[in-house]
């Protein structure tokens, strides 16, 4: 079991940046692939960026390349999203989760069996 916790959100502006922390618990959490998700308002989940465990592997959502950046401390358990030059169109409500399960997408909602409840992110123009 992986028990994931997000903190880090908050109410910025346009241009500003943010970094997310998801603190993970479990035996296993080294060898879990990681991402983040969000949830605009009124939207459905969406990929942000995901990490494989080995570090070997990231992707990232079209919209949030060369801004955001996944990254992961294995010590302390946590994984982070840094978020830079924000947007408001980033607004939403980010989760982070975890998966045991391989598959080769890292982007796909159903492929992962861990969730945090989120964190809200506010960027206003």
């Known amino acids: 079991q992986v028990q994931l916790v997000e903190s880090g959100g908050g109410l910025v502006q346009a241009g500003d940046s943010l970094r997310l922390s998801c603190a993970a618990s479990?035996?296993?959490?080294?060898?879990?692939?990681m991402g983040w998700f969000r949830q605009p308002p009124g939207k459905e989940r969406e990929f942000v960026a995901a990490?494989?465990?080995?570090?070997?592997?990231?992707y990232y959502a079209d919209s949030v390349k060369g801004r955001f950046t996944i990254s992961r401390e294995y010590a302390k358990s946590t994984l982070y999203l840094q978020m830079n030059s924000l947007k408001p169109e980033d607004t939403a409500v980010y989760y982070c989760?975890?998966?045991?399960?391989?598959?080769?997408?890292?982007?796909?909602?159903?492929?992962?069996?861990?969730w945090g409840q989120g964190t809200q992110v506010t960027v206003s123009s």
């Open positions: 479990g035996r296993t959490f080294s060898n879990y692939d």
């Open positions: 989760a975890a998966r045991s399960k391989y598959a080769d997408s890292l982007a796909k909602v159903y492929d992962y069996d861990y």
């Open positions: 990490l494989r465990w080995t570090g070997a592997g990231t």
